[in-house]
């Protein structure tokens, strides 16, 4: 009944899961220790990206306070 699934069909195509053997070779746990790697140099990509957003965030604080300031005369003119 699983084979005439029209879903597992379309979503998996003729790959769906369950259908092969899967056998952990020597290739594969090359892969598996890659893929780790590369999973930790996404980590530091991702604490980079994190620190330049902040020190932009630091550049633009100025800015934010004259918006502020700004605003609270808005606020205080449409109020009075």
Known sequence: ??????FTKMMF??????????TETDAEAETVEDAEVSQEADYMHVLNQVGEIMDSLDELK??????GSMVSA????ISI
Do not use: T
């Open 1 to 6: 009944m699983a084979n005439d699934d029209f």
């Open 62 to 67: 100025p800015v934010f306070k004259e918006i």
């Open 13 to 22: 195509g003729a790959n769906a899961p369950g259908r092969h053997e899967e």
């Open 74 to 77: 808005l606020k205080n003119k």
